[in-house]
């Protein structure tokens, strides 16, 4: 009934957010607070999973028959805090048709130029504001154009509602904790990571317009999610089949886009930089303007 076998870890890691959920809700107050720790952590680890595990369904459906699908995207809407068919409008036919281009509603430099640890905190509520008129529009003119479509769109909504009105009522303390923190972590992650994978490269360049993070263990939890310039090259292929398309086009990508350790990056460019200036990235867009003239 999978598309393909390697969605096995992808079912793995969301049956794992689905048992520590009822575990850390039912034994949180009762266990130690050492292990409560490492719990919760691994509930927001598996949060931050679970944005990639809807990122991979909505661009190549996990299995192989509509219903099982279609229920795929009210499990994965209540973890992820967001009904999943936002990524339509937003990602599939936005992002991946303008690439970090102007009318792209998560282009990095909306506010400013800069890569620092400002613009990469405000970054999602800027980006969140543009997606969520653009999902508005989109759930408005299902409406009009396809009303089968625009009534399962809307059972997810529904779905989110009752998941989250029936833990606040269940216990609103432990409805903040467990369910609606990951959810926002799951929520702002992803946003971080599609800034962190675009910011100062070269929207313009057919290989360099994406940063990747090769990293053995980040792309074993997030589902090759890293290999982001082959994921855009080849958006339709299947995940487990990135780091491959990847080798085929490295040779082409700027060295300073293919970054092995992501921790290090992030503390070296977001909380270094402003100390060591050479720590900072290089803005490839700025670059390619300047020499343009067009700045």
Same mark, same amino acid.
């Given at each position: 009934?999978?598309?393909?076998?390697?969605?096995?870890?992808?079912?793995?890691?969301?049956?794992?957010?689905?048992?520590?959920?009822?575990?850390?809700?039912?034994?949180?107050?009762?266990?130690?607070?050492?292990?409560?720790?490492?719990?919760?952590?691994?509930?927001?680890?598996?949060?931050?999973?679970?944005?990639?595990?809807?990122?991979?369904?909505?661009?190549?459906?996990?299995?192989?028959?509509?219903?099982?699908?279609?229920?795929?995207?009210?499990?994965?809407?209540?973890?992820?805090?967001?009904?999943?068919?936002?990524? %339509?409008?937003?990602? =599939?036919?936005?992002? +991946? $048709? #303008?690439?970090?281009? *102007?009318?792209? !509603?998560?282009?990095?430099?909306?506010?400013?130029?800069?890569?620092?640890?400002?613009?990469?905190?405000?970054?999602?509520?800027?980006?969140?504001?543009?997606?969520?008129?653009?999902?508005?529009?989109?759930?408005?003119?299902?409406?009009?154009?396809?009303?089968?479509?625009?009534?399962?769109?809307?059972?997810?909504?529904?779905?989110?509602?009752?998941?989250?009105?029936?833990?606040?009522?269940?216990?609103?303390?432990?409805?903040?904790?467990?369910?609606?923190?990951?959810?926002?972590?799951?929520?702002?992650? %992803?946003?971080?990571? =599609?800034?962190?994978? +675009? $910011? #100062?490269?070269?929207? *313009?360049?057919? !290989?360099?317009?994406?940063?990747?993070?090769?990293?053995?263990?980040?792309?074993?939890?997030?589902?090759?999610?890293?290999?982001?310039?082959?994921?855009?090259?080849?958006?339709?292929?299947?995940?487990?089949?990135?780091?491959?398309?990847?080798?085929?086009?490295?040779?082409?990508?700027?060295?300073?886009?293919?970054?092995?350790?992501?921790?290090?990056?992030?503390?070296?460019?977001?909380?270094?930089?402003?100390?060591?200036?050479?720590?900072?990235?290089?803005?490839?867009?700025?670059?390619?303007?300047?020499?343009?003239?067009?700045?």
């Amino acid at each position: 009934m999978l598309r393909y076998n390697e969605d096995l870890r992808s079912l793995g890691f969301l049956c794992l957010a689905a048992l520590l959920l009822p575990t850390l809700w039912i034994y949180g107050g009762q266990i130690p607070k050492g292990i409560w720790i490492m719990l919760y952590a691994l509930q927001l680890l598996m949060a931050v999973v679970i944005s990639t595990i809807v990122h991979n369904h909505q661009h190549l459906a996990i299995w192989k028959y509509r219903w099982m699908n279609v229920a795929m995207d009210n499990v994965l809407t209540v973890f992820y805090g967001f009904p999943v068919f936002a990524w %339509v409008p937003t990602h =599939n036919s936005n992002h +991946h $048709v #303008h690439i970090n281009k *102007e009318p792209d !509603y998560t282009k990095t430099y909306m506010a400013s130029e800069k890569n620092n640890l400002l613009t990469l905190l405000t970054y999602p509520s800027m980006s969140g504001m543009l997606q969520l008129k653009a999902v508005g529009l989109y759930l408005k003119k299902l409406g009009k154009t396809n009303r089968s479509k625009f009534f399962i769109h809307l059972l997810q909504i529904f779905s989110l509602i009752l998941w989250v009105g029936a833990a606040l009522v269940l216990d609103w303390q432990k409805a903040i904790i467990y369910v609606i923190i990951p959810q926002q972590v799951s929520l702002f992650t %992803v946003m971080v990571f =599609n800034y962190i994978q +675009h $910011v #100062h490269a070269d929207e *313009e360049s057919e !290989y360099n317009h994406s940063r990747n993070m090769t990293g053995k263990i980040l792309n074993f939890l997030l589902l090759n999610n890293g290999y982001h310039t082959a994921h855009h090259l080849t958006p339709g292929v299947h995940w487990s089949r990135l780091k491959a398309k990847h080798k085929k086009v490295e040779r082409h990508i700027d060295p300073s886009l293919n970054e092995n350790n992501f921790a290090w990056f992030v503390i070296r460019v977001y909380f270094l930089a402003p100390f060591f200036p050479a720590f900072r990235t290089e803005n490839m867009r700025l670059n390619r303007l300047e020499r343009s003239g067009s700045k």
